[in-house]
Nanobody
């Protein structure tokens, strides 16, 4: 079993930045993929950013150029740097990891006011 714990959410104004972190309870070296998802009220959970074990990244079109995902295997951490935040980025953000099965964190709320 692996626990993923997110932190860094909060309330910010449009145009500001936040950095989300996700710490795993054990090494993520064997995780083939780590990702951030988000779910806004009344909407389905969607993929925001993905990073493979080799460091290949993929982003949702809506966040390209504004968000950056990174992973630090030595610290068992995956992060999401979010710049130029918009009200439509408001959602609960979830950390996800894949190591033979999927693991989810409990989520962290991000609220962007206009």
């Amino acid at each position: 079993q692996v626990q993923l714990v997110e932190s860094g959410g909060g309330l910010v104004q449009a145009g500001e930045s936040l950095r989300l972190s996700c710490v795993a309870s054990r090494s993520i070296f064997s995780f083939t993929a780590m990702a951030w998802y988000r779910q806004a009220p009344g909407k389905q959970r969607e993929l925001v950013a993905f990073i493979s074990s080799s460091g290949t990244t993929t982003y949702a079109d809506s966040v390209k150029g504004r968000f950056t995902i990174s992973r630090d295997n030595a610290k068992n951490t995956v992060s999401l740097q979010m710049n130029s935040l918009k009200p439509e980025d408001t959602a609960v953000y979830y950390c996800n990891g894949w190591d033979q099965r999927g693991y989810w964190g409990q989520g962290t709320q991000v609220t962007v006011s206009s």
